[in-house]
């Protein structure tokens, strides 16, 4: 097949060259086939494939890594802007989008890893030669910040993006607590989800700086049928009633923002909140089998409800045992946020695995990364929130929420969709 | 919802190759494929449209090889590639205006290697950049003036510093010790490529491997801003530091004030560069002077140094790229005024240690802020 024989897809001709495409060459640019920085030609159909099999597209009318199926790694980070330029904030956000879409399609970022100027720093800082797109997906989000009055939006800040309140229980710490912006990045390999968060910090320098981030190891929710339930750091299957991207019509109700739902910006965008949950691990660990289930309200081993059937099977609260007692306690975390307790309310769940290794007294500095997308935080995560931060045993007595933050994420850009310096970017119906 | 693209064959990244973006130099340009096996040179094309062109060389030979781009008598350089090993591809992008060149392989790096004629037509493209050689030997010969310079007024400063301190007079050699570094620490990389000199006058205790003797300016801070008691040194062993701090820093001075000690632009350019990499490797963290706490005013010179290689690549860069030069000009400004916050060299600044975890966050932001655009300087002065 010749080349003007095949049809190039427009999103896939605007990427640069393929990371895969570049380590298959070396053979050929000593033969001299060479054409373009390095020899991007050759040697590629069977890299090709391999590399975009996984790639999810960056184009359309909800941001990547919502409802995709959830990746396995997690690199978060959330950014302080450390320019007062509305003009500043609109460039940095059209050299993210361009770059994403590179980066969620497998390709270098600029003039690649290797081939660039000799004299200047390479464009891409080359961690991630060689390996598939992973499933990558960079997800954007506006903290409050981005609404104070550096940027004259104020008026545009939708009545969602609440300054989350004070919860009973947390010991937040500033180093894991707000941002003006931030950036999921999910994918499959933890290299690709840390080389994406780190050239695209690398573009922000002068404009926006990391405030904070966050790493997780494993993920703790499902957000398609086809994946298996993961199990959290104390062990039990998490997530097992969360949203589903087959849940259209419930996803369409506890997602996505809705024309009406006050700003129009944010029309086919969503609220993320993000909470690092330590879990003080080694006390969990000398709690009773029996204590455990009671405390999450399910069984450790199938995570059936404890009133019975299996993983899936609703749990009925108003199943007694011999004691009279449900069996189902209502202070187990399954009783407290269930969506009956808060009128049918969901999350979409997204949360991670984390450790950031040992304390200074060599206690597990683990736990989980909460992430919940909503359609609307003051009704479906605060409730839910304060029920379990004041009854819920589990809460009580081995978590400690650390970090806090709520971002409001806007829609997808449309497929077709020109990027660049003058083009097309992540949140451009706010700067309008 | 995200679909897996699909639409991703291999077929498709094949064409997707040849429109691919490569570097940021050569976009929309094809790199013309050069083979320099041991007896031949083998360049893909003689001709080419005038505007950036880009040479991918590859050595095939036994030996290393250069590539020359050459005027057409053969002797004036546009541009070269030097050092390329065996197997090993290097790319040459140069700017060239409508003219007959000759291309050069120079297996074995002698002689006049194998020419060929090489045609540049008239693309109509204006091609501005043209040849800055006597702009950039230029600048490096305006930065070697200012470097002799600083390495005078440092040789000054240094021996008053030393009197102070040899005569015991240690409030006074503390007073004159961070002002007589700064001129030390605006031409850092220059008195670093001297391998020798830099670890004899500018160790760290940190740096030193067991059993290696400690000399120079940090010693002699320890023992002026002693951590504890009992760090006191005799009147011998003071002099003794004097002394070699004294020679060592004659030393440097006859080396840069050497007739043949020369400075070109690419090494201005990545001096600019490694600067601003001290601040933000060893001055943003308060390591440099960790006794004296002065490292704000290594901070302030380190950017005094940059902003000085910047200045005297700033006209070729204005032409080569004029987004990257107002990107500068403002980093530079706003690390300045954030510094000036703090004090000045001639009025001195607050110490490292009064400074709160808010301000050197601040300030590790600005050398970001301006390091990353800087990063970029040498390429955008030399290409």
């Known amino acids: 097949m010749t080349d003007a024989e095949v049809p190039v897809d427009d999103a896939a001709a605007r990427s640069g060259p393929s990371r895969r495409l570049v380590l298959g060459t070396a053979g050929a640019v000593a033969g001299g086939l060479a ?107 506006f903290g409050p910040g981005l609404f104070d009055s550096r940027f004259g939006l104020g008026s545009k800040r939708p009545d969602q993006l609440i300054d989350l309140p004070h919860f009973s229980g947390d010991t937040l710490d500033p180093q894991f607590t707000g941002g003006d912006l931030c950036i999921q990045a999910c994918a499959n390999d933890p290299q690709v989800a840390v080389h994406a968060i780190r050239n695209l910090s690398r573009l922000a320098f002068g404009d926006a700086a990391i405030r904070w981030a966050q790493l997780g190891f494993g993920r703790t929710s499902s957000t398609t049928r086809a ?206 | 919802m995200p679909r897996p693209a699909l639409a991703a064959s291999g077929a498709v990244l094949a064409a997707l190759a040849l429109s691919a973006c490569v570097p940021n130099a050569t976009a929309d340009d094809e790199a013309i494929a050069v083979d320099s096996s041991n007896d031949a040179c083998d360049v893909a094309t003689a001709e080419v449209p005038s505007g950036t062109v880009v040479f991918d060389v590859t050595n095939t030979g036994d030996d290393v090889t250069e590539f020359y781009l050459l005027a057409s008598d053969g002797l004036r350089i546009i541009s070269e590639v030097e050092n390329i090993g065996p197997g090993i591809t290097r790319q040459l992008v140069v700017q060239v205006p409508a003219g007959d060149y000759l291309t050069a392989c120079k297996p074995g790096m002698t002689g006049d290697g194998i020419q060929a004629a090489f045609t540049v037509t008239d693309s109509g493209e204006d091609v501005t950049t043209g040849d800055n050689a006597e702009q950039l030997a230029a600048a490096g010969e305006q930065y070697l003036l200012y470097v002799r310079d600083q390495i005078q007024t440092l040789t000054t400063k240094t021996d008053a510093f030393l009197a102070a301190y040899t005569a015991g007079d240690d409030d006074e050699a503390r007073a004159l010790y961070a002002d007589a570094r700064v001129h030390w620490e605006r031409i850092e990389p220059v008195a670093e490529s001297f391998g020798d000199l830099d670890p004899m006058m500018d160790a760290r205790e940190a740096d030193l491997a067991e059993g290696e003797s400690w000399t120079g300016w940090h010693r002699i801070e320890k023992n002026l801003w002693p951590p504890a008691e009992g760090y006191d040194l005799t009147d011998a062993e003071k002099q003794e530091l004097a002394d070699k701090l004294a020679a060592d820093t004659a030393e440097l001075a006859s ?65 080569t790229d004029p987004d990257l030069v107002e990107e500068l000009d403002s980093r530079f400004t706003e690390l300045n005024e954030q510094l000036a916050q703090y004090g000045s060299i001639e009025e001195g600044f607050v110490l490292y240690t009064d400074l709160t975890e808010d301000q050197i966050v601040e300030l590790a932001r600005s050398v970001d802020a301006l390091g990353e655009p800087l990063s970029r300087l040498t390429a955008a002065a030399v290409l």
């Open chain 1, 35 to 141: 054409l373009a920085g390095g020899g991007f030609a050759a040697g590629r159909a069977t890299a090709a494939s391999a590399s975009q099999a996984d790639a999810y597209d960056f184009y359309g009318a909800h941001q990547s890594g919502i409802v995709t199926p959830q990746q396995d790694r997690l690199h978060f980070a959330a950014f302080d802007l450390t320019t007062d330029s509305k003009a500043r904030v609109v460039s940095l956000l059209r050299r993210w989008s361009e770059a994403a879409a590179r980066l969620m399609a497998g390709s270098e970022l600029g003039s690649g890893a290797a081939g660039g100027a000799y004299a200047a720093p390479p464009d891409d800082t080359g961690e991630a030669l060689g390996l598939p797109a992973s499933g990558l997906t960079l997800t954007f989000g």
């Open chain 1, 227 to 432: 994946q298996d339930t993961p199990r959290n750091f104390m062990g039990f299957k998490d997530g097992t009633a969360n949203l589903r991207a087959e849940d259209t019509d419930l996803v369409d109700r506890w997602v996505w923002a809705e024309p009406g739902d006050g700003q129009e910006w944010m029309t086919g965008g969503s609220y993320l909140v993000a909470r690092r949950i330590r879990i003080l691990a080694e006390i969990w660990d000398r709690t009773s089998l029996q204590e455990q289930e009671a405390t999450v309200g399910r069984t450790k081993g199938s995570g059936a409800p404890l009133s019975g059937g299996s993983e899936f099977t609703e749990p009925d609260f108003s199943l007694k045992g011999r004691d009279g007692e449900a069996l189902i306690r209502p202070d187990s975390h399954v009783a407290l946020a269930h969506p009956s307790a808060h009128g049918g309310a969901m999350m979409l769940r997204r949360g991670y695995n984390f450790t950031d290794g040992a304390d200074s007294l060599g206690r597990l500095d683990a736990g989980l990364f909460f992430l919940a997308y909503v359609r609307d935080p003051r009704e479906q995560f605060v409730p839910v929130q304060n029920a379990l931060s004041s009854s819920d045993v589990m809460t009580v007595e081995y978590l400690r929420t650390t970090g806090s933050a709520l971002f409001a994420v806007p829609r997808g850009l449309a497929p077709g969709s020109v990027l660049g310096s003058e083009g097309a970017y992540v949140g451009q119906e706010l700067f309008a």
């Open chain 2, 255 to 319: 080396r840069v004030n050497a007739e043949d000690f020369a400075i070109d632009a690419f090494q201005v350019g990545n001096g600019a560069k490694e600067l601003l990499d001290e601040v933000a490797a060893g001055k943003i963290t308060g390591e440099e002077e960790i006794w004296s706490h002065t490292d704000l005013w290594d901070f302030q010179a380190n950017v005094d140094g940059a902003a000085v290689a910047y200045g005297v690549l700033h006209d070729v860069v204005a032409q």
